[in-house]
């Protein structure tokens, strides 16, 4: 049986459990105990060395990539970059020409990080209720 993994300054340890039926997919109780242990690793051509784990309670198997943005992916993109060229309005043939991207890998970094983003904003509105009803509309608005 593998040892318990201690913290390493190189290795990004994950954080939970991916199985959503798993006691430790919660980050509380994951946060709490050493749920897993090192299960190997692998190489890949665009990545290097990616190191496994195991969860210890529903021996669900996970990689250091599992939780990356850049996960199911074969280059980086430099999000801050991307993200800067977007807030600027900058169009996708223009964002593509400076990163030397195409139109397909230019569009997937942008729904990844909107969906970040979606997810940001979910968390950070997670304990904040709205005193009123409100309504949305993207054609007019009515303030007093």
């Known amino acids: 049986m593998p040892k318990p993994v201690t913290k390493h300054p190189f290795i990004p340890l994950p954080e939970f459990c991916p199985n959503q039926?798993?006691?430790?997919?919660?980050?509380?109780?994951?946060?709490?105990?050493?749920?897993?242990?090192?299960?190997?690793?692998?190489?890949?051509?665009?990545?290097?060395?990616?190191?496994?784990f195991s969860c210890l309670s529903c021996g669900k198997t996970s990689s250091t990539q599992t939780f990356s943005l850049q996960y199911w992916t074969h280059?980086?993109?430099?999000?801050?970059?991307?993200d800067d060229r977007i807030n600027c309005c900058s169009g996708y043939r223009q964002m593509g020409r400076a990163l030397s991207l195409t139109y397909p890998v230019l569009k997937n970094r942008f729904l990844r990080l909107t969906r970040n983003y979606l997810n940001l904003i979910d968390t950070a509105l997670s304990g904040?209720?709205?005193?009123?009803?409100?309504?949305?509309?993207?054609?007019?608005?009515?303030?007093?």
């Open 21 to 52: 039926a798993c006691p430790y997919h919660d980050r509380d109780q994951a946060k709490s105990t050493r749920w897993f242990i090192k299960y190997g690793s692998f190489f890949t051509k665009a990545r290097g060395l990616i190191h496994r």
């Open 128 to 144: 904040f209720s709205l005193p009123e009803d409100i309504a949305f509309d993207g054609f007019e608005s009515y303030v007093r």
């Open 75 to 82: 280059s980086d993109v430099d999000y801050k970059d991307l």
